[in-house]
């Protein structure tokens, strides 16, 4: 297996990129069906228009709702689509996702929990649906990296590992970014035609939600670290960063509401000046910024009477917590 060479944003000619890859995909897929699955990131979202513009309705897109993703995510990114021309189908797997997730605590166990879930189960039974034998994926040479050395097991890297798409799951895969990191990316989605609320959108990782739950995932867990996500976002809106996060411990603290004791949980927040995810610096947020957040989460959120804001670096902590 020959190593993926890089194309740096700088030296990327977006023009020349969208028709080779649109070329190869056509040539690839040939007069077959593909399909995508669109969460709404700048990567899938890039891969999504690569593959709308080499393939139009023989492309099907995907919006997989696994449960784990943001407030009001699938409406708001099919919208986005359908105004560019592009037809995205949700596909309800809630109940699959938090079937697999049950009882699991360890990271890596989640993150395979997740990926077995997606290209096993859903991803299967949309092949068969469609009669693809192609799926089309917006892996980015970051993920490659950091699954290699073992760091994190990023959810779409299986080429690299040894394994075969074909043989594990009954399809392929073509990854067209793959030479890209994010900031190359960013460059492609502009030049597709994507609007600045996606090709600048916050990076967000493929095991969503989950990732940012330290401990077992459920429902209700979910729940909260959605609402503090939604706090967080709206909160650091007009903050420049490369990503923002809202964090849910598995250890219980001493706090007191109202005169009485309470067992708390802890939400940790973590805020990233980077270039490319691959080294990173907490951002030096205002400290009255930090006070509201922490303010309305503890005010809004039941339960949780610990905020706490990451000042470590990456490395050696990673961006996401699991
Ligand atoms: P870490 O936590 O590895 O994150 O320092 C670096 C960047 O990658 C994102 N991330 C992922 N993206 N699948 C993805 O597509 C994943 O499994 C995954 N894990 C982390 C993370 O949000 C950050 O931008």
Redo the contacts with the bound molecule.
Sequence with gaps: MSPVKEISAASLDTKEFIKEKAAEISQIVGSGVAINAL?G?V?SSAVTMLGHMALKERLKSYFIDNGIMREGESQQIVSVFKKLGVNVEIIDAQNEFFDALQGITDPEAK?EA?TQTFYKEVFGRLVKKSEAKYLLQ???L??ID?TVAR??????VFEQLGIDPQEAFGYKIIEPLVQLR?DGVRKVAEATGLPLGIFKR??????ALA?RVIGEVTRERIALVRKATSILEEELASVKA??Y?AILHNDRVTGMRENKREFGQQIEIRC?D?ID??Q?RPTRLDFSILEELASRIVSELPGVVSVTYNIAT?PP??????
């Design positions: 969460s990131g990567d993150r997740i917006g892996t980015i970051t993920d950091e760091i994190k097991r990023q959810h779409n994010k916050m990076p967000f990782p493929g095991p990732a490369f990503q996060m990233w980077s995810a691959r990173a990456k902590s990673t961006m996401e917590a699991i």
